[in-house]
């Protein structure tokens, strides 16, 4: 039986740099026998149902691998099911139907992450902007949005992040691709 996912895209289409037109990622998903494949937004987002029992991090290699061959750069990316997505979406921390959704942010992480791994920040020095984690996520409140977000720029840090793969979305797009999973 089939299973939807979503690939989430890692610094493409920024400033006409690392450009992958959303037509030629459907094409490689299928290419790579995935089906139902559809793209939100410019920025690399697609949901596609897969029937080979890959895992994420499967998926994901080989849509790496396809899109370094196809474009000749590298593109980090993280392969998520339907069901987590929805998952990371109920479990947001914060009142996001109060909010407008460039003031909430989740940045999806390619393996877990812990409290530890934070500790130096001065978290009230950042108030009112806010994180919490979740389950391979980060939940970032930034009322003036991402990039006015002192937080976002500490959080982003290479030493918080060393090891990581790591991409972030506005709550809209988050909802979006929770719909578009659902099917």
């Not at 499967?58 to 987590?84: I, M, N, P, Q, T």
């Not at 991402?146 to 809209?172: D, F, H, I, Q, Y």
Request: charge should be neutral.
């Amino acid at each position: 039986m089939p299973k939807r996912y979503a690939a989430l895209l890692r610094g493409i289409n920024v400033s006409g740099h690392r450009k992958v037109p959303m037509a030629e990622l459907r094409t490689l998903l299928t290419e790579l026998g995935h089906g139902d494949v559809r793209t939100w937004l410019q920025s690399g987002n697609a949901v596609f149902t897969s029937g080979s029992g890959a895992d994420e991090n499967e998926l994901a290699v080989a849509l790496e691998a396809a899109l370094e061959k196809h474009f000749g750069f590298r593109v980090d990316c993280l392969v998520r099911s339907g069901g987590y997505l929805r998952a990371v979406a109920d479990a947001c921390p914060f009142p996001a139907a109060e909010l407008e959704g460039r003031q909430l942010h989740v940045t999806f992480f390619s393996a877990p992450v812990d409290e530890d791994r934070f500790a130096a920040l001065d978290r009230p020095a950042f108030l009112p902007e806010e994180f919490r984690l979740g389950d391979r996520a980060l939940y970032l409140y930034a009322p003036d949005g991402l990039g006015r977000s002192r937080l976002a720029e500490a959080l982003g840090r290479p030493a918080l992040v060393k090891g990581l793969v790591g991409t972030s979305r506005n709550w809209n797009t988050v909802v979006k691709l929770v719909e578009m999973a659902d099917g």
